[in-house]
């Protein structure tokens, strides 16, 4: 620091002026992307920053190229996306945190169309009057679920909350207690039932509840009867359940309808796939609920949103409770869910054009083929402070649906060198996490597993590629 005080005291004097920096001409393209009072705003704050560090005594480079350089790092920062696409490498499909499903291309592009253009979301273009949301993709939900009618709300926590307002405010919803689950974090049954204004009556014990227990509770206050999808956990053991098909009887008796909160609920029966049992929505229909609420975004590989179908008479007494309005989706979601829906006509195909299903289904030898051919340029571009391995992991559905049940899948195991000192695996996770399109695996038993089911070969290449980053990182 030669300038010592006499820096200190006229600091700005090394720096260019802004007038001169906003004329330069390697400026102009900021401008024009960022607007001039951006780039204006910005650049003070990059000169700000760079009389400080002078002040203090700092020796930063202040030449035009280098404050210019700032300055368009900094407005790209600042106009640079926060929802990054990324690649799901966890072995999770329908993985809550990095958004569900994944839809396919009929739904992209309808998205788009409605993004794009006026639409008739309200509007009956037979009768040219005022029409209703739900009817768009009705006919569609009524003939994959032999429900009498059906309504879409923003999830399926809106469905459950919006069921119980209308169905039981201020009276009585009995449900086991082995049903009164926790979904991600902050939906409890018991919760949700209090905001809805409804009171719950637990009957049973955590593992086992009977008829009679349903049955000793129900009186002149229990507005329903409701079964929880235990979507996340599985109770076993000496357990004992009381099947829909038990209870709707014994609620006929009582003359009280039984709902069913299916959680993920399926519209196909997922074993002629190859995959466990899941309850579908028509089964759950079929067997008398009045009432069944499920998501979008979870098997039916839809859009996010939450379905409820069934009895003509609750569906719309539920479409005219005034929570319907603030719980409704926007057209987006209608334009994504329609065509998903449209593709379960051909169940045959269903496998190959539906992105969730295809993903859950994809053999292991397919991923297998993929970790053995990936597996050179990974450990290449890793170095020897890693050993990559091909191997045989388990893929999990995800979002609750089918907890126990996991899939046979491949991918790349990596695992740091012995004597390896610090975190190398969480060194790594974090390399991983800074490439281009973000990657995003899981550790497990001091390995980091890259399940390699949600990498189809169209972005193979593209994964490919950035490997090279990787080995800069
Ligand atoms: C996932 C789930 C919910 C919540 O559904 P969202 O669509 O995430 O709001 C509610 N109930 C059950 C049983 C679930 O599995």
Redesign the pocket.
């Given at each position: 620091m030669m300038d010592g005080a006499s820096g200190k005291a006229t600091p700005g004097l090394r720096l260019p002026a802004v007038h001169t920096l906003l004329a330069a001409e390697a400026c102009q393209p900021l401008v024009a992307e960022f607007g001039r009072e951006q780039t204006v705003n910005v650049l003070r704050e990059v000169l700000a920053r760079l009389r400080e560090s002078l002040v203090n005594g700092g020796a930063p480079d202040t030449s035009q190229a280098a404050v210019l350089a700032a300055l368009a790092e900094r407005l790209r920062d600042a106009n640079r996306s926060h929802m990054r696409r990324l690649f799901n490498l966890t072995g999770t499909v329908l993985h809550?945190n990095l958004g569900?499903a994944l839809l396919p291309d009929v739904a992209v592009q309808a998205v788009a169309d409605a993004l794009r253009w006026p639409m008739n979301l309200e509007w009956d273009l037979e009768t040219g009057k005022r029409g209703d949301r739900d009817t768009l993709v009705e006919e569609h939900l009524l003939k994959l679920t032999g429900a009498e009618a059906v309504t879409i709300v923003?999830?399926?926590?809106?469905?459950?909350l919006l069921m119980l307002n209308t169905v039981a405010m201020g009276r009585e919803v009995i449900v086991s207690r082995g049903e009164l689950?926790e979904?991600?974090g902050a939906?409890r049954?018991p919760d949700v039932m209090t905001r809805a204004g409804a009171t719950l009556v637990e009957v049973g014990a955590t593992n086992r509840t009977h008829e009679k227990d349903y049955d000793a509770a129900a009186g002149e206050k229990t507005a329903l009867m409701m079964k929880?999808?235990?979507?996340?956990y599985a109770i076993t053991g000496f357990t004992k359940e009381v099947t829909l098909e038990e209870l709707v009887p014994l609620a006929r008796k009582h003359g009280i309808p039984v709902a069913v909160?299916?959680?993920?609920?399926t519209l196909v029966d997922l074993e002629q796939y190859g995959l466990p049992h899941e309850p579908t929505v028509r089964e759950t229909i079929a067997a008398g609920a009045d009432l069944v609420?499920?998501?979008?975004?979870?098997l039916l590989g839809g859009p996010?949103?939450?379905i409820i179908a069934g009895r003509k008479d609750l569906i719309a007494a539920i479409k005219k409770n005034p929570l319907k309005r603030a719980l409704r989706v926007g057209k987006l979601t209608l334009a994504a869910l329609e065509p998903v829906l449209a593709l379960y006509h051909a169940p045959d195909l269903l496998a190959d054009r539906l992105t969730t299903l295809r993903l859950l289904t994809r053999p292991a030898a397919s991923m297998r083929r993929l970790a053995e051919r990936l597996l050179p340029a990974v450990q290449g571009a890793l170095g020897d402070t890693y050993t990559v391995t091909a191997e045989p992991m388990q893929s999990q559905i995800g979002?609750?649906?089918l907890p126990v049940d996991n899939l046979p899948s491949y991918g790349l195991a990596i695992r740091s060198a012995p004597a390896t000192r610090g975190n190398p695996l969480g060194v790594l996770e974090r390399r991983l996490r800074d490439l281009p399109v973000p990657v995003i695996g899981r550790i497990k038993d001091d390995a980091l597993w890259l399940d390699l089911r949600c990498l189809e070969e169209a972005h193979a290449a593209e994964f490919e590629a950035q490997l090279t980053d990787l080995g800069r990182a």
């Open positions: 809550t569900r923003n999830n399926n926590a809106a469905a459950v689950v979904i991600g939906f049954i929880v999808h235990c979507s996340n909160d299916l959680g993920s609920g609420t499920f998501s979008g975004d979870k996010q949103c939450g979002s609750g649906a």
